[in-house]
Nanobody
Framework: QVDLVESGGGLVQPGGSLRLSCVASGSGSSISVMGWARRAPGKLRELVATITTRGTTSYADSAKGRFTIPSDNAKNTVFLQMNNLKPEDTAVYYC??????WGQGTQVTVSS
């Protein structure tokens, strides 16, 4: 079992930045991929970014060039750095481990 706790969401103006954090705890030694997904109102869940234990990253087209997914393995923490945010980035963002374990989500609202 892996517990994931997200933080860092909030309200930001278009063009602004936010940094989400996800702290993992529990029996996570078998986890190979951490990631962030989001669900906007009326839309399907979208996997935004992932990072493997080897540091290989992958991004959705909507995130490329604007989002990065750094991690601090010593602190069991993964981040989502979001720059140049757009109103269409408004969603609940979820941290995931291997797409099996999910956090409770944190709301990100991009609005002027």
């Amino acid at each position: 079992q892996v517990d994931l706790v997200e933080s860092g969401g909030g309200l930001v103006q278009p063009g602004g930045s936010l940094r989400l954090s996800c702290v993992a705890s529990g029996s996570g030694s078998s986890i190979s991929v951490m990631g962030w997904a989001r669900r906007a109102p009326g839309k399907l869940r979208e996997l935004v970014a992932t990072i493997t234990t080897r540091g290989t990253t992958s991004y959705a087209d909507s995130a490329k060039g604007r989002f990065t997914i750094p991690s601090d393995n010593a602190k069991n923490t993964v981040f989502l750095q979001m720059n140049n945010l757009k109103p269409e980035d408004t969603a609940v963002y979820y941290c995931t481990a291997d797409l099996r374990f999910w956090g409770q989500g944190t709301q990100v609202t991009v609005s002027s």
